[in-house]
């Protein structure tokens, strides 16, 4: 199968989470949208592994797995305090930070 | 003396003893300064021990130089090096000669009288032990001037004398008025000051130098332009310091001081410093015939200002310091004449500092019987209340309007002279000028003499509603009246006497009988005439007519004569107001150009952050989105770059 399709995966799966991350107001749907585009450049990072016969890429689609688990664990963590302070996880009730 | 010729011994002997003649009041003046309240007690005692002390060296130090030949009594003292510095170097260091002398005997002599008389006049005052300190340095700063060797020790001593001036000008500053004038008498006298700063600059440049020595044996060889451009500086310098026309405007304000400190700076002492100060630069001027013409028209003009001035003023004292101008004016003129007119202007120097310091302490005297009221036209009658006063005044009174035998006819007869014997136009506009200056000298002095000794009581009662009871003032102010009047009376004629004054000042200044001979015994009794003429019309004005005690309106002249002939107005109109505008303009383009710039950059910066905080809206979505933005735009430049 040919590598690049791979690529078009990852680019369309990346885009549909930014798009995500910029359109849904719900926390946790916009936190899931997060991982997707995560994983759309893990995916991208093992293909191009697989293509240029190096293991750099599934190195840093470890560590990328890593973080990602750190930050659920933050993010979720934010996302229940918020809701319990506020009775609502949509992002744009968050807004007293500014100018 | 022939300028090149000059070349003082090294002073030793008695002559060291100059020095002290100038550590003694500068002494005086620190210890009653410094030492502050705890001096009060006998503070007036100590100014003036060190007043007499310094005329009893002055006087010691003058006994020995005459036991030395005319041409031998020219010693300079090195005191310390003032300022060293590699290729420049300045000498405090003093000169002593018969014209140094001539004036260390007059500073302290009339100045010790007046320190004496100051001990009963200030008795009142509670801040008399500072009006001593302050005399006392004014004495200090004054011996600087006349015995410094060197143009920048004497610059120094012409500061000094004009701070001491400023000091008890506004000695009473509680008073609006004598602040003001004292302020006026200092910025006026700054603008004389900076002639002599660039005077002191030009001889360094011309002569690389500035001591007597360098100047004088050089400005023969020196440029004829620049040697006259250093005289019109040395003039602009005395018209500052002696009230010379354009700058004279101060001194009628100045009479806002104690009465004691009109007597001995405004009248017998420093504001003859010019006359000093152009005598001692004879070399210059006899270099320069055109920097002298310019001396005698201003010695005329002011001649003529001052005594117009004195005919009109109602305040006895302001009506003094017109004389005091006008008489300046004919020892400036004489000196400008030249080698004729040198020795007469000393010599007037001289008797003026006589007989004017005797009126100014008679005008005190007077004051202090009359609740300080100044105002003639409330005297009147004064001379059987105030004998002492009325004959010491009257013998002033006699010298200054020239009658013979008094002072005042000898020195004032002698400048008539040396103005008409300077031959061709010049000498005839300034003779004839220096003669109807001689009359109406007779008149305005015999109006003062009138107004306030003669006619009817016009008494008033003061502020508080006291009756004055005119009465004769204490000893230690009647004992230098008596002593000045002395002076009025015999000091003229002992300089005549076998022409001693003219043989013991013609080794400095050099002497020369005229270009034309004039014959003195008309010129004499044309000025006796002139001066009948002028008593008898103020006799007539003053004497015969009742004096009414509040001023009538008066012509034009009169008018403008109490407003100082419009000098007031002139300087306000054409210095004071464009200046103003000046300053204005400047401050509103600081305000507006320079502060506007600044200001504006700030505001701008301000309102353009001000604009983009709003960007910081809150929403996180917002944020994701610049910031996919700002990663697309890295992206595509990157792709760009690479092609």
């Not at chain 2, 801040?127 to 004014?138: D, E, H, P, S, T």
């Not at chain 2, 009109?312 to 004919?330: P, V």
């Not at chain 2, 600081?590 to 353009?608: E, F, Y």
Request: include cysteine; glycine fraction near 12%.
């Amino acid at each position: 199968m040919n590598p690049d399709n791979y690529l078009y995966l990852s680019a369309i799966l990346f885009t549909l989470g930014a798009l995500g991350v910029l359109i849904r107001r719900n926390a946790i749907v916009v936190f899931m949208c997060v991982e997707l585009m995560l994983n759309a450049t893990n995916l991208a990072f093992v293909t191009f592994s697989r293509m240029h016969g190096a293991l750099d890429g599934q190195v840093i689609a470890f560590f990328t797995m890593v973080v990602a688990a750190a930050e659920v664990v933050v993010g979720l963590a934010i996302i229940i305090t918020v809701f319990r302070t506020r009775r609502s996880a949509s992002v744009d009730d968050a807004n007293l930070l500014k100018y | 003396m022939p300028p090149s010729t000059y070349a003082p011994a090294v002073a030793s002997g008695a002559f060291t003893l100059t020095a002290w003649i100038v550590v003694l009041p500068l002494a005086g003046a620190a210890i009653l300064l410094l030492g502050g309240k705890r001096t009060n007690r006998w503070g007036h005692l100590l100014g003036c021990a060190a007043a007499i002390g310094s005329f009893v060296l002055g006087a010691i130090v003058f006994f020995s130089l005459l036991g030395k030949p005319g041409d031998a009594r020219s010693y300079d003292q090195h005191v310390y090096t003032w300022i060293p510095v590699p290729g420049f170097s300045a000498d405090a260091g003093f000169h002593l000669d018969q014209l140094s002398i001539t004036f260390v005997l007059l500073i302290t002599g009339v100045g010790s009288l007046i320190h004496i008389y100051s001990v009963g006049y200030m008795a009142e005052d509670e801040n008399r032990r500072r009006f001593f300190a302050y005399l006392n340095l004014f004495l200090a700063a004054m011996l600087v001037l006349v015995l410094a060797d060197n143009y920048l020790l004497l610059y120094a001593g012409w500061e000094g004398v004009g701070l001491a001036s400023y000091l008890l000008i506004g000695f009473w500053q509680h008073k609006p008025s004598a602040a003001v004038a004292a302020k006026k008498a200092f910025i006026v006298n700054r603008v004389g000051d900076v002639g002599l700063s660039l005077a002191v600059m030009l001889m360094y440049t011309t002569f690389g130098g500035f001591a007597f020595t360098d100047v004088f044996t050089k400005v023969s060889a020196a440029d004829r332009d620049t040697v006259t451009g250093i005289g019109l500086m040395l003039l602009l310098a005395a018209c500052g310091k002696s009230a010379q026309f354009p700058l004279q405007s101060w001194l009628g304000d100045a009479m806002e001081g104690p009465t004691p400190v009109s007597a001995l700076i405004h009248a017998a002492t420093m504001v003859t410093a010019g006359v000093y100060l152009i005598v001692r630069s004879s070399a210059i001027f006899n270099a320069s015939p055109n920097a002298r013409l310019m001396v005698t028209i201003v010695g005329a003009v002011t001649l003529m200002i001052g005594a117009v001035i004195g005919c009109a003023k109602d305040d006895i004292k302001k009506a003094l310091a017109g004389s005091t101008m006008s008489q300046i004016g004919y020892m400036i003129l004489a000196a400008g004449l030249g080698p004729i007119g040198y020795v007469a202007a000393i010599m007037h120097l001289l008797t003026h500092g006589f007989f004017k310091a005797g009126l100014f302490l008679g005008a005190g005297s007077v004051m202090h019987g009359m609740n300080d009221d100044v105002n003639m036209r409330h005297y009147g009658a004064l001379r059987k209340f105030m004998p002492v006063t009325y004959v010491t005044f009257g013998l002033g009174y006699l010298a200054i309007i020239g009658v013979p035998p008094f002072s005042g006819f000898w020195s004032k007869d002698k400048i008539i002279e040396a103005a008409f014997g300077q031959g061709g136009t010049s000498g005839w506009v300034l003779g004839i000028t220096a003669l109807l200056g001689a009359m109406i000298t007779a008149f305005y002095m015999t109006r003062v003499m009138l107004m306030t000794f003669f006619g009817e009581k016009r008494w008033v009662e003061d502020d508080h509603g006291h009756e004055p009871h005119p009465h004769e003032a204490p000893g230690s102010m009647g004992l230098p009246m008596i002593v000045l009047a002395f002076g009025s009376v015999f000091a003229g004629f002992l300089f005549w006497l076998g022409n001693s004054f003219q043989n013991w000042l013609e080794p400095v200044t050099g002497h020369s009988e005229g270009n034309v001979h004039v014959n003195s015994q008309v010129v004499g009794s044309a000025a006796l005439i002139l001066v009948l003429i002028g008593a008898g019309f103020a006799w007539q004005q003053y004497g015969a007519k009742q004096v009414p005690s509040v001023a009538p309106v008066g012509s034009l002249a009169t008018r403008a004569a109490r407003r100082d002939l419009y000098g007031d107005a002139f300087n306000e109109n054409a210095i004071m107001r464009p200046g103003q505008y000046l300053t204005r303009l400047l401050v509103y383009f600081d305000l507006k150009g320079v502060d506007g710039v600044v200001n504006g950059v700030a505001a701008g910066l301000g309102g353009t952050s001000g604009r983009f905080r709003r960007a910081q809206n809150g929403f996180v979505r917002s944020y994701a989105l610049s910031m996919f933005g700002g990663a697309a735009v890295l992206v595509a430049a990157l792709l760009l770059v690479r092609g």
